[in-house]
T-cell receptor, first 111, second 113 residues
């Protein structure tokens, strides 16, 4: 069965420090991986997706099929990055976006 | 741009009572999803519609949960009767057909006492 694991419930760093939010998945086929973010009192929203290979708000994520990981990284954390981050996957053959989410990691960036 | 609208924002009921949630997706989004998010967990898909047809309801507890999208626009999710373990945030999301970019509503927070 498909599964997404985010091993850290809470990650606390100081402003300017590097950040890495871990995500591992289990699926034998070709998944598509996403990071969704929920800022305080805001809606859950897409941050980035692996097929776009883009950097959003300084965040990047690389799909490592060998390690079945999709870790989210940012070289210098900002206070406004504090939020709940969810890793998610969908089967590439799916029509539409049936997402399987991880448990989420709360990122706290301290001044 | 108007986002996904959900109501009510909060609901408190006693166990064995019934409750209904409403969702209006972004205009033009034919695909609509209901997710359940229990405290401390990620969202879990309950049901996916495309227009007024069900694409996936494999994780919907059909003995107590039902959902409809009669005219292919807004949707209602019902729980009858509610159990304590149904306490959660119910999220509605929508997308264009075939798109994997979902737009989420603010959610309805349900507390079953």
């Amino acid at each position: 069965a498909q599964r997404v694991t985010q091993p850290e419930k809470l990650l606390s760093v100081f402003k300017g420090a590097p950040v890495e939010l871990k995500c591992n998945y289990s699926y034998s086929g070709s998944p598509e991986l996403f990071w969704y973010v929920q800022y305080s009192r805001q809606r859950l929203q897409l941050l980035l997706r692996h097929i776009s290979r883009e950097s959003i708000k300084g965040f990047t994520a690389d799909l490592n099929k060998g390690e079945t990981s999709f870790h989210l990284k940012k070289p210098f954390a900002q206070e406004e990055d504090s939020a709940m981050y969810y890793c998610a996957l969908t089967l590439s053959r799916n029509q539409g976006g049936k997402l399987i989410f991880g448990q989420g990691t709360e990122l706290s960036v301290k001044p | 741009e108007a986002g996904v609208a959900q109501s009510p924002r909060y609901k408190i009921i006693e166990k064995r009572q019934s409750v209904a949630f409403w969702c209006n997706p972004i205009s033009g989004h034919a695909t609509l999803y209901w997710y359940q998010q229990i405290l401390g967990q990620g969202p879990k898909l309950l049901i996916q519609f495309q227009n007024n047809g069900v694409v996936d309801d494999s994780q919907l507890p059909k003995d107590r949960f039902s959902a409809e999208r009669l005219k292919g626009v807004d949707s209602t999710l019902k729980i009858q009767p509610a159990k304590l373990e149904d306490s959660a945030v119910y999220l509605c999301a929508s997308s264009l057909v075939g798109s994997k970019k979902l737009f989420f509503g603010s959610g309805t927070q349900l507390s079953v006492l």
